[in-house]
């Protein structure tokens, strides 16, 4: 795993996570607002088979409430309909929230607000 950590002009707070593993990888950008309270969430699953899977939408107190999802090849990008096996994303492959920037796991390592 390797995190990036950026902030916005002295307000918005971002984190891109990137977990590689055998056979696919998971990126997911999290935006937290001044106050450091997860806002809203960038997710993308990328297979060794050529397609992958991304959502993307705001959070909220019930929650990851994904407003874009979409199957996609990851030689190029492109949206494409469901490949062929893949039934629902199991719930272990969905974002992990963190609801706070003091949640993240490197949080010591931050000026957290």
Request: charged share 25%.
């Amino acid at each position: 795993m390797y995190a990036l950590y950026w902030q916005h002009k002295k307000k918005r707070h971002s984190v891109y996570i990137v977990e590689p593993a055998q056979g696919f990888y998971v990126q997911t950008l999290y935006c937290f607002d001044g106050k450091g309270k997860l806002e809203g969430v960038d997710f993308e699953i990328g297979t060794n088979l050529g397609w992958g899977h991304r959502a993307e939408g705001p959070v909220d107190g019930d929650g990851f409430d994904a407003t874009r999802v979409e199957f996609f090849r990851t030689l190029d990008g492109k949206a494409i309909q469901r490949p062929f096996g893949p039934g629902e994303v199991p719930p272990s492959l969905k974002p992990r929230l963190y609801p706070t920037m003091s949640d993240l796991p490197f949080a010591f390592l931050l000026d957290v607000p």
